[in-house]
């Protein structure tokens, strides 16, 4: 149990375009999910806490205007990188948290991102 | 978060238990131990956590000493599979969306053939 999907897995895009990144759990709801990103070489840094049906809670230094989630239902968070830059490029990685069981955090296989 | 301090790299055979360390020794009474692993290039994958009793799950095994300044995760037989970075975590347990992971460098696992 406990199966956390993202899609797509990778995607190639060209500098100023956007890019949705998509994070299900498949086999329970989530009541809050997070996204991660990681460079290479280094570890995950925490971006942003997304509760369903409320605005998300985004760490200092990431910019909300520019990193859009969505978090419209139990089972489906959403990252839309807007305006993307070659410095964007990276490993986006989402994770969730049951209704049921809040201790343990679910990680979804990745996203990496390359802008061109 | 309390913060962890984990070795850089470790080796180990395969078929051998690989026994990873991480010192906590700020960790307060509410924090748990949380160890996942991430594999090249994959998520990180969620292997056990406990707050003060030893736990044992199909993993591996948490050892956390009574003091709980320091825990030992334990893969009794270690496969090449194993081969990842070990992450050791002890965030502040408040439940809901304060309830955050602060990943460190974790330690290098390479089983050896």
């Known amino acids: 149990g406990a199966v956390v999907s993202q899609h797509p897995s990778w995607v190639i895009c060209k500098s100023g375009t956007s890019v949705k990144i998509e994070c299900r759990s498949l086999d329970f709801q989530a009541t809050t999910m997070f996204w991660y990103r990681q460079f290479p070489k280094q570890s995950l840094m925490l971006m942003a806490t997304?509760?369903?049906?409320?605005?998300?809670?985004?760490e200092q230094g990431v910019e909300k205007d520019k990193f859009l989630i969505n978090h419209a239902s139990l089972t489906l968070s959403t990252l839309t990188v807007t305006s993307a830059h070659p410095e964007d490029s990276s490993f986006y990685i989402c994770?969730?948290?049951?209704?049921?069981?809040?201790?343990?955090?679910?990680f979804g296989p990745g996203t990496r991102l390359l802008v061109l | 978060d309390a913060k962890t301090t984990q070795p850089t790299s470790m080796d180990c055979a395969e078929g051998r238990a690989a026994n990873l360390p991480c010192n906590h020794s700020?960790?307060?009474?509410?924090?748990?131990v949380y160890w996942y692993r991430q594999i090249h290039s994959q998520g990180p994958q969620y292997i056990i956590h406990?707050?003060?009793n030893n736990e044992t799950n199909e993993m591996a095994s948490l050892i956390i000493t009574e003091d709980r300044k320091s825990s030992t995760l334990i893969l009794p037989h270690a496969t090449l599979r194993d081969t990842a970075v070990y992450y050791c975590?002890?965030?502040?347990?408040?439940?809901?969306?304060?309830?955050?992971?602060?990943f460190g460098k974790g330690t290098l696992l390479t089983v050896n053939p």
């Open positions: 994770s969730a948290i049951s209704e049921r069981g809040w201790e343990t955090q679910y």
């Open positions: 700020t960790i307060s009474g509410n924090e748990y």
């Open positions: 975590i002890a965030p502040l347990n408040s439940g809901g969306s304060n309830y955050k992971l602060t």
């Open positions: 406990g707050l003060k």
């Open positions: 997304s509760n369903e049906g409320s605005k998300a809670t985004y």
